[in-house]
């Protein structure tokens, strides 16, 4: 689904994401863990998986984005 950074703790590496539907929800630290990401600032558009009500996973464009195809060199 599509989302966009609503707030973000850079300390604990945790926030939350406004969907496209208009629900705010939560993500740890692990959402970020193999996305390439660091740092997000409100208002990034991401790719976000997610699990029951919260987030556990957060992408931008193709970065670790799986079964999508890489970019022509």
Same mark, same amino acid.
Do not use: C, K, N, W
């Given at each position: 689904?599509?989302?966009?950074?609503?707030?973000?703790?850079?300390?604990?590496?945790? #926030?939350?994401? @406004? *969907?496209?539907?208009?629900?705010?929800?939560?993500?740890?630290?692990?959402? =970020?863990?193999?996305? /390439?990401?660091?740092?997000?600032?409100? #208002?990034?558009? @991401? *790719?976000?998986?997610?699990?029951?009500?919260?987030?556990?996973?957060?992408? =931008?464009?193709?970065? /670790?984005?799986?079964?999508?195809?890489?970019?022509?060199?």
């Amino acid at each position: 689904m599509q989302a966009t950074v609503y707030r973000f703790d850079a300390e604990t590496g945790s #926030g939350s994401v @406004l *969907t496209d539907s208009g629900e705010v929800l939560p993500f740890g630290p692990g959402a =970020l863990e193999h996305s /390439g990401l660091r740092h997000l600032r409100p #208002g990034q558009r @991401l *790719t976000a998986e997610r699990q029951g009500a919260e987030i556990v996973r957060l992408t =931008l464009g193709t970065i /670790g984005a799986a079964g999508r195809p890489a970019p022509p060199d």
